[in-house]
């Protein structure tokens, strides 16, 4: 089966502190003023005392359908062969129809390379065998990637164990990111 | 005649400014100190070394300082340039992780706001105008100061201050060997409620907590969530989806609060009404240990005769928190004994009776028995802790006269390594018992830390002498008369640290980028011209070091390759978890010391002030993305949290007519502040909160300067007798749109 890579996040491990947007800036030289990733809160819903909040990490969705990379006129912003969503910044020429393609406000342009910029899944990293930098250094294990079509994989242990839903479903991209928001006692061994 | 510079021009100098990476102080700088060789960590790292030399890229291992916690970090550096940080998996304090202020430590050590050589106030003080100085004229200077009010007012006249960091012990030589009483931590702004109650009931000041195997737990000031200490948060995380059930007590909804089982919006200062009545229903249900409490404690029918009238129905009217809830944690408390911890938290609700509240709360863990057992409380590890080797040094001279601090003299139950700060401050103003003249003040920043902080600006303009110590203009630099600039902690040594049967380094990951120094070194040299050397007896860091380590068949090469050192065969001793270090040698639910001292010995009720009509109680807290008053000067952080904003509940706003991010005005019997406002359902009504350690009134952090607003600018001086703590809490205030 194809390689695809994509992402877990179980949202109920998350306590919001935002390390691991600080990890991707420093890994990926992220200028400040600009994020490649996130963390949003629902904000505190309810009446006091009866009240909750919850928090959901986010980055690019590395979709099966990224309208991304149809809009992009150079080809500068492709599908990689395991689902990796990426920028080939010597053919992208700034145009900026990517950035407003993605319905998940998950690129931004760069002000210092002028290029369209995003999520990589720290493609270095990877091919050094090592984790996305948000998710190493993630304290709740909230954070989980790897190759969805692996059934010995993290991430397809989690979607086979618990269920899960995706972002913006009905605009079609069929986004990587899968979301858990039940309690995860354990996080299954896995690759 | 030497120039003079204000900030701006001090740091707009292009000369000091880092270079582009790796031109200026590149690839020679990072790989001068340590070859690459044997700089990488051990094999267990999570960054593999592969080919990595080649590509002049190394990985040094070394220990934060981007908070007090200490964890583990991994650098990895190229061509001299600290590209990122990483979670050292070998150590206990983060196994692995860092927090976002940790990934930030980038940030701190590139930050153009670096003092970047020692500094002599050129102008008025804190009229932010310097001269750059010599290493030596700096220190002479220092020293100088130092003999001088030595020889005219005594040692006594002298403060020394130093927070938690790893060169700790060696201030601690320096100022002893100087002869000063007058030794300022800033723990009583911190947990001195805490430390003291345990340390009066189990004769241990901070027992651990074993979260791994914990049932159920009690939160009452312990917000890991926010306040981050990162194995301590991570197991917490863990424990939340084992399932445990989490009780909050915090009139906040914190984000500890939102992954919790049950939030109870406690009323500011009730914490132990709430405690006093779990205790009741605990004796009146005969849910207690009792063979535990027959062996291992005393003063249980005293206890009993206390607790009586402090029914559910009681505390409900003091702490608003419903009877039938109390008795219901009360039942569920005692049916998971011994796995269930009532946290020593860390500051609670910062009253006056915080102390009561922690021995209620020191009380309630002994009544089921959890000490030592699993999922309860954790006896001190003290003598589980592998022993350095020590520097010997001449006697130290006695220290003559009375601590400034009130200590013991005023505070006879606060032990002098805790000392009372906040007084110490309060007594440079009223130069009681005797008039202070210098202060040396190491990594810490009192004009934004200490309650009320135009006194305490008013306490460095009366002395003579101000000497600091630090990476960055604190607003404590910025009203110092000399600036020693210490190497941030990815650019020197610091004394080893053991953790259990592990030693741990410091060690520079690259050389410092500028003409700074270690504080090891910094109070070697002082000391040297003190006339005090022998005192320090090390040559540099690294002889420092060999020395710590001579107990140990390891070299000092040898532990900077692998990062950190495991003592071979290392017994743990679990024999003495159970001699109490009491009056009574017991666990003292009634404590002997308070009876010595006419007090009520058993946890009493001590009702607290409430604010009057129009009156808000004002809160403050952590947030995750910055550490007290250290960070905020940080762009990474700052991207990640802005400024800090006054939380108003909705009905709140609504009367003021104010929305989220409007600018609103608290003030109170001392202060008064602007901020934004952050509208929320998740406060009580009668509550404002607002994260410290924002407000910096430094022209030398540029980033931070005049970002949100002090709580210190707000906060009254209130301090409980008992503990010394300051009672943050017991500050009221009034809101306005502004």
């Given at each position: 089966?194809?390689?695809?890579?994509?992402?877990?996040?179980?949202?109920?491990?998350?306590?919001?502190?935002?390390?691991?947007?600080?990890?991707?800036?420093?890994?990926?030289?992220?200028?400040?003023?600009?994020?490649?990733?996130?963390?949003?809160?629902?904000?505190?819903?309810?009446?006091?005392?009866?009240?909750?909040?919850?928090?959901?990490?986010?980055?690019?969705?590395?979709?099966?359908?990224?309208?991304?990379?149809?809009?992009?006129?150079?080809?500068?912003?492709?599908?990689?062969?395991?689902?990796?969503?990426?920028?080939?910044?010597?053919?992208?020429?700034?145009?900026?129809?990517?950035?407003?393609?993605?319905?998940?406000?998950?690129?931004?342009?760069?002000?210092?390379?002028?290029?369209?910029?995003?999520?990589?899944?720290?493609?270095?990293?990877?091919?050094?065998?090592?984790?996305?930098?948000?998710?190493?250094?993630?304290?709740?294990?909230?954070?989980?990637?790897?190759?969805?079509?692996?059934?010995?994989?993290?991430?397809?242990?989690?979607?086979?164990?618990?269920?899960?839903?995706?972002?913006?479903?009905?605009?079609?991209?069929?986004?990587?990111?899968?979301?858990?928001?039940?309690?995860?006692?354990?996080?299954?061994?896995?690759? | 005649?030497?120039?003079?510079?204000?900030?701006?021009?001090?740091?707009?100098?292009?000369?000091?400014?880092?270079?582009?990476?790796?031109?200026?102080?590149?690839?020679?700088?990072?790989?001068?100190?340590?070859?690459?060789?044997?700089?990488?960590?051990?094999?267990?790292?999570?960054?593999?070394?592969?080919?990595?030399?080649?590509?002049?890229?190394?990985?040094?291992?070394?220990?934060?300082?981007?908070?007090?916690?200490?964890?583990?970090?991994?650098?990895?550096?190229?061509?001299?340039?600290?590209?990122?940080?990483?979670?050292?998996?070998?150590?206990?304090?983060?196994?692995?992780?860092?927090?976002?202020?940790?990934?930030?430590?980038?940030?701190?050590?590139?930050?153009?706001?670096?003092?970047?050589?020692?500094?002599?106030?050129?102008?008025?003080?804190?009229?932010?105008?310097?001269?750059?100085?010599?290493?030596?004229?700096?220190?002479?200077?220092?020293?100088?100061?130092?003999?001088?009010?030595?020889?005219?007012?005594?040692?006594?006249?002298?403060?020394?201050?130093?927070?938690?960091?790893?060169?700790?012990?060696?201030?601690?030589?320096?100022?002893?060997?100087?002869?000063?009483?007058?030794?300022?931590?800033?723990?009583?702004?911190?947990?001195?409620?805490?430390?003291?109650?345990?340390?009066?009931?189990y004769?241990?000041?901070?027992p651990?907590?074993?979260?791994?195997?914990?049932?159920?737990?009690?939160?009452?000031?312990?917000?890991?969530?926010?306040?981050?200490?990162?194995?301590?948060?991570?197991?917490?995380?863990?424990?939340?989806?084992?399932?445990?059930?989490?009780?909050?007590?915090?009139?906040?909804?914190?984000?500890?609060?939102?992954?919790?089982?049950?939030?109870?919006?406690?009323?500011?200062?009730?914490?132990?009404?709430?405690?006093?009545?779990?205790?009741?229903?605990?004796?009146?249900?005969?849910?207690?240990?009792?063979?535990f409490?027959?062996?291992y404690?005393?003063?249980?029918?005293?206890?009993?005769?206390?607790?009586?009238?402090?029914?559910?129905?009681?505390?409900?009217?003091?702490?608003?928190?419903?009877?039938?809830?109390?008795?219901?944690?009360?039942?569920?408390?005692?049916?998971?004994?011994p796995?269930?911890?009532?946290?020593?938290?860390?500051?609670?609700?910062?009253?006056?009776?915080?102390?009561?509240?922690?021995?209620?709360?020191?009380?309630?863990n002994a009544?089921?028995g959890n000490w030592a057992k699993?999922?309860g409380l954790i006896p001190?590890?003290?003598?589980?802790?592998?022993?350095?080797?020590?520097?010997?040094?001449?006697?130290?001279?006695?220290?003559?006269?009375?601590?400034?601090?009130?200590?013991?003299?005023?505070?006879?139950?606060?032990?002098?390594?805790?000392?009372?700060?906040?007084?110490?401050?309060?007594?440079?103003?009223?130069?009681?018992?005797?008039?202070?003249?210098?202060?040396?003040?190491?990594?810490?920043?009192?004009?934004?830390?200490?309650?009320?902080?135009?006194?305490?600006?008013?306490?460095?303009?009366?002395?003579?002498?101000?000497?600091?110590?630090?990476?960055?203009?604190?607003?404590?630099?910025?009203?110092?008369?000399?600036?020693?600039?210490?190497?941030?902690?990815?650019?020197?040594?610091?004394?080893?640290?053991?953790?259990?049967?592990?030693?741990?380094?410091?060690?520079?990951?690259?050389?410092?980028?500028?003409?700074?120094?270690?504080?090891?070194?910094?109070?070697?040299?002082?000391?040297?011209?003190?006339?005090?050397?022998?005192?320090?007896?090390?040559?540099?860091?690294?002889?420092?070091?060999?020395?710590?380590?001579?107990?140990?068949?390891?070299?000092?090469?040898?532990?900077?390759?692998?990062?950190?050192?495991?003592?071979?065969?290392?017994?743990?001793?679990?024999?003495?978890d159970f001699?109490f270090?009491?009056?009574?040698?017991?666990i003292?639910?009634?404590?002997?010391?308070?009876?010595?001292?006419?007090?009520?010995?058993?946890?009493?009720?001590?009702?607290?002030?409430?604010?009057?009509?129009?009156?808000?109680?004002?809160?403050?807290?952590?947030?995750?993305?910055?550490?007290?008053?250290?960070?905020?000067?940080?762009?990474?952080?700052?991207?990640?949290?802005?400024?800090?904003?006054?939380?108003?509940?909705?009905?709140?706003?609504?009367?003021?007519?104010?929305?989220?991010?409007?600018?609103?005005?608290?003030?109170?019997?001392?202060?008064?502040?602007?901020?934004?406002?952050?509208?929320?359902?998740?406060?009580?009504?009668?509550?404002?909160?607002?994260?410290?350690?924002?407000?910096?009134?430094?022209?030398?952090?540029?980033?931070?300067?005049?970002?949100?607003?002090?709580?210190?600018?707000?906060?009254?001086?209130?301090?409980?007798?008992?503990?010394?703590?300051?009672?943050?809490?017991?500050?009221?205030?009034?809101?306005?749109?502004?």
């Open positions: 089966m194809t390689v695809r890579m994509g992402f877990v996040i179980i949202t109920s491990r998350c306590i919001d502190c935002d390390a691991c947007m600080v990890a991707c800036r420093a890994e990926n030289d992220v200028p400040i003023g600009k994020t490649r990733n996130w963390v949003k809160s629902s904000g505190v819903q309810g009446e006091f005392p009866k009240v909750k909040e919850v928090f959901q990490p986010g980055n690019c969705m590395h979709c099966e359908h990224p309208p991304c990379v149809s809009v992009c006129p150079t080809g500068a912003s492709q599908k990689r062969a395991d689902g990796i969503v990426i920028v080939e910044n010597s053919k992208c020429i700034g145009c900026k129809y990517c950035i407003t393609a993605c319905p998940y406000d998950a690129r931004f342009a760069n002000p210092e390379t002028g290029k369209a910029d995003k999520c990589t899944f720290c493609l270095q990293r990877l091919e050094q065998g090592l984790k996305p930098a948000c998710v190493q250094t993630c304290l709740g294990k909230s954070r989980h990637a790897g190759d969805l079509n692996d059934p010995e994989s993290v991430v397809a242990k989690l979607i086979a164990k618990y269920p899960s839903r995706q972002l913006l479903t009905y605009v079609g991209t069929g986004p990587n990111i899968y979301y858990i928001d039940e309690v995860v006692p354990e996080i299954p061994e896995g690759k | 005649m030497a120039k003079i510079f204000t900030w701006n021009q001090l740091f707009s100098r292009r000369q000091f400014i880092k270079g582009a990476a790796g031109t200026v102080l590149g690839a020679s700088a990072g790989l001068g100190l340590l070859a690459p060789g044997k700089t990488f960590a051990g094999s267990s790292s999570s960054i593999p070394a592969d080919s990595a030399e080649s590509r002049g890229i190394k990985k040094v291992t070394t220990i934060c300082e981007q908070c007090v916690w200490r964890c583990g970090v991994i650098a990895r550096v190229e061509n001299g340039v600290v590209k990122k940080l990483e979670g050292n998996p070998d150590h206990p304090n983060n196994v692995g992780k860092l927090c976002p202020r940790g990934n930030a430590g980038i940030e701190t050590l590139y930050s153009p706001d670096r003092i970047k050589f020692p500094l002599i106030r050129a102008g008025a003080r804190g009229s932010g105008l310097w001269r750059r100085a010599s290493w030596d004229e700096a220190l002479t200077y220092t020293a100088g100061q130092m003999k001088k009010i030595k020889d005219k007012y005594g040692a006594k006249a002298m403060m020394f201050n130093s927070t938690d960091n790893l060169s700790q012990p060696l201030f601690e030589i320096l100022l002893k060997a100087y002869g000063t009483p007058n030794y300022g931590t800033q723990r009583s702004l911190c947990f001195n409620a805490m430390t003291t109650g345990f340390y009066y009931t004769g241990v000041p901070q651990g907590t074993d979260y791994k195997n914990c049932k159920y737990m009690i939160f009452a000031g312990r917000n890991l969530a926010e306040g981050i200490s990162n194995n301590e948060t991570q197991e917490m995380i863990e424990m939340i989806a084992r399932g445990t059930k989490v009780v909050v007590l915090d009139p906040r909804f914190s984000k500890t609060a939102s992954k919790a089982t049950e939030w109870l919006p406690v009323r500011p200062g009730t914490d132990s009404a709430f405690f006093l009545a779990i205790l009741n229903v605990i004796i009146q249900e005969k849910l207690y240990n009792q063979d409490i027959t062996t404690t005393q003063g249980f029918d005293d206890l009993v005769q206390e607790v009586k009238e402090y029914t559910p129905e009681w505390a409900e009217k003091k702490c608003e928190i419903p009877g039938a809830t109390i008795e219901r944690i009360a039942r569920e408390f005692a049916a998971a004994a796995a269930a911890i009532a946290h020593p938290n860390w500051r609670t609700s910062n009253f006056k009776n915080s102390f009561q509240t922690e021995r209620a709360i020191a009380v309630l009544l089921i699993p999922g001190d590890q003290e003598i589980n802790t592998a022993k350095l080797g020590v520097l010997s040094h001449p006697p130290f001279p006695p220290a003559q006269g009375m601590r400034l601090d009130g200590v013991p003299w005023q505070y006879p139950l606060v032990p002098l390594s805790y000392g009372v700060i906040q007084t110490m401050r309060d007594n440079i103003l009223t130069g009681k018992p005797y008039e202070a003249k210098g202060w040396l003040i190491s990594r810490q920043n009192p004009i934004l830390s200490i309650p009320e902080r135009q006194k305490t600006i008013n306490a460095f303009m009366k002395l003579d002498f101000v000497a600091v110590i630090d990476i960055q203009a604190s607003d404590t630099a910025y009203y110092a008369d000399v600036i020693l600039p210490e190497s941030s902690y990815l650019e020197r040594y610091d004394g080893l640290v053991p953790i259990g049967d592990k030693i741990f380094i410091r060690q520079p990951v690259i050389e410092p980028l500028y003409d700074t120094k270690s504080s090891l070194m910094i109070y070697k040299e002082l000391a040297d011209k003190l006339g005090l050397g022998d005192f320090l007896p090390y040559k540099d860091e690294r002889d420092l070091l060999a020395k710590q380590l001579k107990p140990y068949p390891i070299s000092l090469d040898e532990l900077e390759k692998a990062g950190h050192y495991v003592v071979p065969n290392f017994q743990k001793d679990y024999s003495k001699e270090q009491t009056s009574s040698g017991k003292e639910l009634s404590s002997s010391i308070m009876a010595q001292m006419g007090k009520k010995a058993v946890p009493t009720w001590d009702e607290p002030p409430r604010p009057s009509q129009g009156h808000y109680y004002l809160l403050t807290g952590k947030t995750a993305q910055h550490s007290q008053m250290f960070t905020q000067n940080n762009r990474w952080l700052l991207e990640v949290f802005s400024e800090n904003r006054a939380w108003l509940h909705t009905s709140v706003a609504a009367k003021l007519g104010v929305k989220t991010d409007d600018k609103v005005i608290l003030e109170s019997d001392v202060g008064k502040v602007t901020i934004k406002a952050q509208v929320t359902e998740g406060i009580r009504p009668d509550c404002i909160f607002m994260v410290g350690g924002f407000g910096h009134v430094s022209k030398g952090l540029r980033s931070a300067y005049k970002l949100g607003a002090s709580d210190s600018a707000l906060h009254k001086t209130v301090t409980d007798p008992l503990s010394g703590g300051s009672a943050l809490s017991e500050t009221f205030v009034t809101v306005s749109k502004a």
